[in-house]
């Protein structure tokens, strides 16, 4: 891992966009594009510094790696992943999580794990119901997301319109357990394996891997395209490779991790 891919983690841990970043730094959108993008071979050592400063982390960690312990207490490995596992669940997951965890948590505070105590175990129902009251949806085997159009032309503040947005419900399963939200496209640049009116099942986040779909905005207008580390690329081979240096405002507006069958 680099200094780059730190600091997009932080990030993504965070929901800190590169809007609310450039804003806390200081550093032009553009040039803080550039510089999460691998565009910048040679980054200001004043913009990283910035940018440790504004995530609250060291340079040390951001250049060398070197993690800061913050807590007065050591993460064992197992620990550790189950708290990674944990961050990438939905909502309706970690509800449950929550559930589970109170439940043994009464169980081995007890002196002992008696009938008593079994009888106090949450029934499918009273599950149902205590992430119905959470404002999960009580569809078992599905969950609501917003679906959008992609963006013609639109600034990063005005990606997602709410008011043009329809809920939609799709399936709850772990390949979709990411999706953050939907967009509909249009046009032929992603066939064979996108078509034009696919949905497409998005994770909301502000940058992506070299090789990864993903939505982003240069400019103001929206693309779906594989991000190319210098460009975007389509998979229809009669498109050619967009260049990101030609433009001025360089925007992710999220990985895309699927797509919806179609009926």
Not at 145 to 159: N, R, T
Not at 162 to 172: F, H, K, L, N, V
Not at 209 to 237: A, T
Request: hydrophobic share 35%; net charge negative; proline share 3%.
């Amino acid at each position: 891992m680099d200094y780059i891919e730190r600091i997009k983690k932080i990030k993504s841990e965070r929901k800190i966009t590169n809007d609310m970043l450039s804003e806390m730094t200081g550093i032009p959108l553009g040039t803080l594009s550039k510089i999460l993008a691998g565009i910048s071979d040679s980054p200001k050592l004043s913009n990283i510094v910035a940018i440790c400063n504004s995530l609250g982390c060291s340079l040390d960690y951001i250049i060398l790696g070197i993690p800061e312990n913050l807590n007065n207490y050591t993460l064992e490995n197992g620990e550790i992943k189950l708290i990674e596992n944990y961050r990438k669940l939905d909502t309706h997951g970690k509800e449950l999580c929550a559930l589970v965890i109170d439940k043994e948590m009464q169980r081995v505070t007890c002196s002992e794990y008696s009938e008593k105590s079994v009888s106090k175990t949450l029934s499918p129902e009273e599950v149902r119901s205590r992430i119905a009251s959470a404002g999960v949806s009580s569809r078992f085997g599905k969950r609501p997301i917003m679906l959008y159009d992609l963006p013609v032309s639109a600034g990063p503040g005005e990606f997602l319109d709410e008011s043009t947005g329809e809920e939609i419900y799709i399936p709850d399963n772990t390949k979709t357990a990411e999706a953050d939200f939907a967009l509909k496209i249009k046009g032929n640049s992603m066939e064979t394996k996108y078509k034009d009116g696919d949905i497409l099942l998005v994770s909301d986040c502000d940058s992506v891997e070299v090789g990864e779909p993903g939505i982003f905005l240069l400019d103001g207008n929206g693309y779906f395209k594989i991000f190319g580390g210098d460009r975007l690329i389509s998979l229809n081979k009669e498109y050619g490779d967009i260049m990101l240096k030609d433009f001025h405002d360089v925007w992710c507006g999220g990985r895309v991790i699927g797509k919806l069958k179609r009926r």
